[in-house]
């Protein structure tokens, strides 16, 4: 299953346009869904008021009428009669005649101050408000008549000032909420999309690596994505096929040249010079021949190794022991050639391979560095084992090359511009390239300071 450490996937994930767009969505969503809930807070405030409103002004149309009919006089029994029988109402009366008594049901006189609607502070004993502050809000209505009268009609406001404090409170956490939510949900599409984009990635990275069998998964996420991933495979084939017809073009050459080079080399052997000057000719044709024999040896075992159709004898391989038998067969070479050939080793180092393609590694990396540097140059062969492999490091102190030119060493033919000048093919580390392959190992190249060839083997048998 695809796992990634969590600190880095989100620290790249910040990084994605893909998390970005997914951000500036929730964002707009969140700030969207906010303001319909502040809109909804207004909405049902006003609304909430204006009911109260339309109340009041309610019960003043009937004070009203009650005081133009019957008088102020009669207006103030018939209220003491309303509140005597009506112990719950849920309002409020003032009334001040020009003569005569006063009727108060719990309004304060600074009421009286007000012209048309106010808001009055009453004591809460005044008022049904059991535990509730010591003072309450009132919304009065007030109305001089025409005799000189004073009305006024109030309820209490709290109902609607927990109204608009219960929606503030949803207005504000609830849109707190919906843009979080909008953020992690964001959040969680990005992630998913980047691991998904990560599947895509490391796919992409064993094509990079030559592995042209492998195919992009599907991304998801959309018909276009999926129509994105099938042209791309698309693509993939149709370059895979290529590579294969250039594999087998190649081989197929190397293959129908080998044997016209063998009879001419064959054909030169038996020639009988004349003189010496021709001895000479023929001897060099005859070098010249088994360097294009050699040359196209190195291809046809290079096309079979990555084509797979080399049989593997894949057991336990001491490795140490087959390095120790490189350096006594090359020890002869490096001595004439003024080359110091140096070997480091601690115990045995088990890997598991095939022992002559292994031998075949080996014999071109010492070639390698024998051939193209210069005499009185260190050629050293380490071995090292750890928990996770065996390492195998071929480097000499000679000049090295350019680190451009270190990523077109494997390339078949590619030969570096100071060692155009010595023999070779251009196909010794293209060859120990497909061998590191086949043992599903790792290849390193360094080329400055000195040339070294790093190889970790990851299957590690116990020793």
Not at 314 to 322: G, R
């Given at each position: 299953m695809f796992s990634m450490h969590p600190i880095r996937s989100f620290s790249a994930l910040w990084r994605t346009a893909a998390f970005r767009m997914a951000a500036v969505f929730a964002s707009i969503f969140g700030v969207g869904a906010a303001t319909m809930l502040v809109m909804l807070d207004f909405g049902?405030?006003?609304?909430?008021?204006?009911?109260?409103h339309s109340a009041l002004y309610h019960q003043m149309a009937i004070m009203r009428a009650d005081a133009q009919l019957e008088g102020s006089?009669?207006?103030?029994?018939?209220?003491?009669?309303?509140?005597?029988?009506d112990s719950v109402s849920r309002y409020r009366y003032l009334v001040i005649p020009p003569v005569g008594p006063r009727f108060n049901s719990g309004l304060p006189e600074d009421a009286t101050r007000f012209d048309g609607f106010g808001i009055v502070e009453a004591p809460s004993s005044d008022v049904s408000s059991i535990g509730r502050k010591a003072e309450v809000r009132m919304l009065v209505l007030t109305e001089r008549m025409a005799d000189g009268s004073f009305m006024a009609v109030g309820r209490e406001s709290y109902p609607l000032d927990d109204l608009r404090a219960g929606l503030h409170k949803i207005a504000i956490w609830g849109s707190l909420a919906l843009m979080l939510l909008a953020v992690v949900a964001g959040l969680l599409a990005g992630l998913l999309f980047l691991r998904r984009l990560k599947l895509v990635n490391a796919t992409t990275g064993r094509i990079i690596d030559g592995n042209l069998s492998e195919r992009l998964p599907a991304i998801g996420f959309g018909q276009e994505f999926d129509d994105l991933t099938r042209n791309l495979n698309a693509m993939l084939d149709r370059l895979e096929a290529t590579m294969a017809a250039m594999r087998q073009v190649s081989t197929d050459v190397a293959h129908d040249l080998r044997m016209p080079l063998t009879r001419l080399r064959n054909r030169l052997e038996e020639l009988h010079p004349a003189s010496d000057a021709q001895a000479a000719r023929i001897e060099s044709a005859i070098e010249e021949a088994d360097e294009l024999l050699s040359l196209f040896n190195t291809m046809l075992r290079i096309a079979r190794l990555q084509a797979g159709d080399v049989h593997q004898d894949?057991?336990?391989?001491?490795?140490?022991?087959?390095?120790?038998?490189a350096i006594e067969a090359y020890q002869p070479a490096a001595e004439q050639s003024g080359h110091l050939l140096l070997h480091r080793s601690a115990g045995p180092h088990i890997v598991v391979g095939d022992a002559a393609m292994l031998n075949q590694l080996l014999a071109n990396?010492?070639?390698?560095?024998?051939?193209?540097?210069?005499?009185?140059?260190s050629v050293e062969i380490a071995l090292s084992s750890a928990a996770d492999g065996v390492r195998l490091l071929v480097k000499d102190d000679g000049p090295g090359v350019g680190e451009a030119e270190v990523p077109n060493l494997t390339k078949r033919f590619y030969r570096a511009d100071d060692s155009r000048t010595r023999p070779g093919t251009g196909l010794g580390l293209t060859l120990v390239s497909a061998i590191v392959d086949l043992h599903e190992a790792s290849l390193r190249i360094s080329g400055h300071p000195g040339f070294a060839v790093e190889v970790w083997f990851s299957r590690v048998s116990p020793a």
């Open positions: 049902v405030a006003r609304f909430a008021e204006e009911e109260l006089a009669a207006l103030v029994n018939i209220l003491t009669e309303h509140v005597r029988t894949m057991v336990p391989v001491d490795l140490s022991l087959l390095v120790e038998r990396l010492i070639d390698n560095g024998l051939q193209h540097t210069p005499a009185g140059t």
